[in-house]
C-alpha cells in the first residue's frame, strides 16, 4: 500500500522561509599567486560550518597526500578541485562556492592568480558585487594585483576589500600594513571605488577572517566576515531606467502573444507605455505574468513576460524600454576589449558577436590603443593577445540597443566568438556609440515594408548571388532580373563592378575593404526591400561571416543565398576580364581563389550548377524556387 509522504515540519519550513529572505552577496578572491586565496574561501566554508563531515574526511585524507601544511588541514583542497590544481597547488579553473551565516547568503568565486589565466578571473568578476584582493603581507603590492585591480575597475565592481594576507609569517607587523595600504591606496586612487577596506588577516589560522585576531591589537576594523555580511552593495538598478531584453516570444496559442525576459533595469506596471528600442514603436502593457501570477509591477531581476494591447513587431533580442527613455542604438561602437582567445585578434575579421540576447556579427575595425595593465598607459598596438586588453571601434553587422557599460552593466557588455570554432574569444565593455551624433534612434513611420509590399504586389527579397569570378553569378541575376521585369515585378540589381564605380570606389582589396565592400551593398539592399522591390546582388561574396552579416539585416525568408557554383579550373578559363591571368603573375593581389580564399556556403537556398547546366535553365529554377 502506497503512503502519503510526510508533511515537513512546521520548524523546517520556517527555517526555508527565513533562508529565502535572506540577501545573496557575490563576490570574488583575487590576486597573485599564492596568495591564500583558496586558503581564504576553505577558512570561510569551515568557519560557517558549510563543510559536511564527508567532507572534512576527504579533506583530513586529502591535506596528507597533497597538502602544504604538514599535520594541520589544508583549507585550499576544499576548492582546488582539478587534479592538475592539487598537484601543481595552484588554482586553474574558476571554482564557485556557496555559504551563507545568519544574515546573509553567498557566492564566493576563486579565481586564478597566474597571468595566464587572467581569462577565468576576468569571468568570474563579471557577475560579482564585491571584490576580495589579496596580497602577501611578505612580497606587498605586485603586477598582478595591480592587473587584477584593474579589471575588476574595468568590469564594474565597485566594493573592493583588500586583504593583506600571512600577517602571521611577518610578526603582525602594523607597520608592514601601513606601507601596503599607502601602496595600493596609491594605485587605485583612480578607479573609482565606492568603498575600499582593508584587513589585516592570516587565513590559515582565521585570524580577521571570522575572528578577531588577538595578535593585532592594534587592529580595530571588522574582520573579512563582518564586513561582508554587512556592506550595502544594492544597486540602483530599480531606480534607473526599464530596460528588458526579449529572450523569447511566447506564443502558445492564437489568443496569447508575450514577451519574455529579465528585467535588467527600472519597472514597470500594467498601463504603462513601452517603446521597442530600435523600431521605436510604442504599445501599452496589458498584463505581466509570471508562473505565479500577474503582477502589478515588474522591477529590475523579475523574469516576466509582458502582454501588450497593440500588435507590433517584437523579436528575440529586441530591447523595451520606455518611449522617452529610450538607450542608443548603434552599429558601430567604442569599447574595452578583454582578449581570452589564444588566437590574436585580427582586426577586420568577422566574429560572431552577443549583446544581451542579440546575436549578430561583427568586425573589429580598428584599436585605439592597448592597456598596460601594470602602468596604465596606453600602447600602439595592431592586436590583442591573450589576457591583453584594448579600446577598439568596432562595427556590428546589425545595431543593437545599449547603455554604457558604467551605467548599466547588462545592457553595456558582450562577448566575441570565434565562427570557426566557436569558442568565445573576447569580452568587451561598450563606452560609447561610434555615430556622428548622440542619441540617434530610429524614426517609426505609418508607410512600412508591409505597406510598400501592398502597393506593388510582391514580397520584397534580396537574391544574394555568390560565387567564383568568371562563376556566372552577373549573366544568371541579369536573366534572372529580365524575367521578372517581364512579370511586371519592380527589381534593382546591385552587381560588385557597378558599385564599386560609385558607392564603393573609395575601397579597394584588402580584407578590412572587402568587409566594407560587403556591409554597404548589405544596407542598400536592405533598403531596397523595404522599399518593396525585389533586389538582385550579384558579389563574389567569399566569406561566410561577410554573407552571415547581410543576411542578419534581413528577416525570416527575407534572404536567399544563391551560390553560383563552378570549379576554380572551369572559372579561371573563361576569365573573362583576365582577371586569373594578372592575379598568377602577381600584378592583381588578394584575389578570391588565387591568393585568398573562397568559402562556400554551407547551407545556401540554392546551389546553381553553371558547369552541367546553362544559364537560361539554372535564372528558371530561381524563378521556380520564389514560387514566381
Known amino acids: 500500500m502506497n503512503q502519503a509522504l510526510p508533511s515537513i ?24 599567486v599564492d596568495d591564500g586565496k583558496s586558503t581564504l574561501i576553505g577558512r570561510l566554508l569551515h568557519d560557517t560550518k558549510r563543510v559536511f563531515e564527508d567532507q572534512a574526511a576527504a579533506l583530513r585524507k586529502d591535506s596528507r597526500k597533497y597538502g602544504t601544511q604538514g599535520e594541520a588541514l589544508d583549507f585550499a583542497l576544499l576548492v582546488d578541485g582539478l587534479e592538475a590544481e592539487r598537484e601543481q597547488g595552484i588554482t586553474i579553473d574558476v571554482a564557485y562556492r556557496f555559504f551563507a551565516t545568519e544574515g546573509r547568503k553567498f557566492i564566493v568565486a576563486d579565481t586564478p592568480g597566474h597571468e595566464q589565466y587572467t581569462r577565468n ?48 609569517l611577518v610578526g603582525h607587523d602594523r607597520a608592514v600594513l601601513d606601507a ?35 595578535a593585532m591589537p592594534w587592529y580595530e576594523g571588522p574582520t573579512l566576515l563582518e564586513h561582508i555580511e554587512s556592506i550595502d552593495v544594492a544597486s540602483d538598478d530599480r531606480l534607473g531606467p526599464f530596460r528588458m531584453p526579449v529572450q523569447w516570444v511566447n506564443r502558445p496559442n492564437l489568443d496569447f502573444r508575450g514577451y519574455a525576459g529579465t528585467v535588467v533595469s527600472g519597472s514597470i506596471r500594467p498601463g504603462d507605455k513601452v517603446a521597442v528600442a530600435a523600431s521605436g514603436r510604442v504599445a501599452t502593457v496589458s498584463r505581466i505574468a509570471t508562473m505565479s501570477g500577474d503582477l502589478e509591477e515588474a522591477v529590475a531581476g523579475d523574469a516576466v513576460t509582458i502582454t501588450l494591447e497593440e500588435e507590433v513587431d517584437i523579436s528575440r533580442g529586441d530591447v523595451l524600454s520606455l518611449p522617452d527613455q529610450r538607450p542608443e542604438v548603434s552599429d558601430r561602437l567604442n569599447a574595452h576589449v578583454i582578449w581570452m582567445g589564444d588566437q ?14 542579440r546575436t549578430t556579427t561583427g568586425v573589429v575595425r580598428h584599436i585605439e590603443h592597448g592597456i598596460d595593465v601594470n602602468s596604465l598607459k596606453h600602447l600602439p598596438t595592431e592586436t590583442l593577445a591573450l589576457n591583453e586588453i584594448g579600446f577598439c571601434e568596432i562595427q556590428l553587422g546589425a545595431p543593437v540597443a545599449f547603455d554604457p557599460y558604467e551605467v548599466n552593466r ?60 568568371g562563376a556566372g553569378k552577373s549573366t544568371i541575376a541579369n536573366l534572372v532580373e529580365q524575367r521578372l521585369h517581364a512579370q511586371g515585378r519592380l527589381t ?137
Not at 515540519?9 to 597573485?32: I, M, N, W, Y
Not at 504586389?457 to 544574394?464: D, F, H, K, N
Not at 543565398?561 to 573563361?574: F, Q, S, Y
Request: charge should be negative; glycine fraction near 8%.
Open 9 to 32: 515540519a512546521p520548524p523546517v519550513v520556517d527555517f526555508l522561509g527565513e533562508h529565502d529572505q535572506k540577501g545573496l552577496l557575490r563576490f570574488l578572491t583575487c590576486g597573485s
Open 121 to 168: 578571473m576576468a569571468t568570474g568578476a563579471s557577475n560579482s558585487d564585491l571584490a576580495v584582493i589579496l596580497i602577501d603581507a611578505r612580497k606587498g603590492v605586485l603586477q598582478q594585483t595591480r592587473r587584477h585591480s584593474f579589471i575588476v575597475s574595468l568590469l564594474g565592481i565597485r566594493h573592493v576589500v583588500v586583504a593583506v594576507n600571512k600577517m602571521d
Open 180 to 214: 601596503i595600504e599607502s601602496d595600493y591606496r596609491a594605485f587605485a586612487e583612480g578607479f573609482g571605488f565606492e568603498t575600499l577596506q582593508v584587513i589585516p588577516m592570516s587565513a590559515l589560522t582565521g585570524e580577521n577572517v571570522t575572528v578577531q585576531s588577538e
Open 344 to 357: 590574436a585578434l585580427r582586426t577586420s575579421r568577422n566574429y560572431i558577436i552577443k549583446a544581451g540576447k
Open 410 to 469: 547588462d545592457m553595456g557588455s558582450f562577448v566575441l566568438i570565434d565562427p570557426l570554432t566557436n569558442q568565445t574569444v573576447g569580452a568587451g565593455l561598450i563606452w560609447s556609440s561610434l555615430r556622428k551624433a548622440d542619441n540617434i534612434h530610429r524614426q517609426a513611420f505609418d508607410i512600412d515594408r508591409t505597406a510598400r509590399a501592398a502597393l506593388t504586389g510582391q514580397t520584397p527579397r534580396v537574391l544574394w548571388f555568390t560565387g567564383l569570378s
Open 492 to 628: 534593382f540589381l546591385l552587381d560588385g563592378d557597378n558599385v564599386r564605380h560609385g558607392l564603393n570606389k573609395d575601397l579597394g582589396f584588402a580584407e578590412a575593404d572587402r568587409v566594407e565592400n560587403i556591409r554597404r551593398v548589405g544596407e542598400v539592399a536592405k533598403l531596397f526591400t523595404e522599399a518593396g522591390l525585389i533586389t538582385l546582388v550579384s558579389f563574389i561574396s567569399p566569406f561566410r561571416s561577410d554573407r552571415q552579416m547581410a543576411r542578419d539585416l534581413f528577416g525570416p525568408g527575407e534572404f536567399v543565398e544563391i551560390h553560383v557554383h563552378a570549379p576554380l579550373e572551369i572559372a579561371e578559363t573563361r576569365d573573362p576580364k583576365g582577371l586569373y591571368r594578372k592575379a598568377r603573375a602577381g600584378e592583381i593581389r588578394n584575389f578570391t581563389g588565387i591568393d585568398s580564399p573562397y568559402e562556400a556556403p554551407e547551407q545556401a537556398e540554392l546551389v546553381l550548377d553553371t558547369v552541367a547546366r546553362s544559364a537560361e535553365d539554372l535564372a528558371d529554377e530561381v524563378i521556380r524556387h520564389l514560387g514566381l
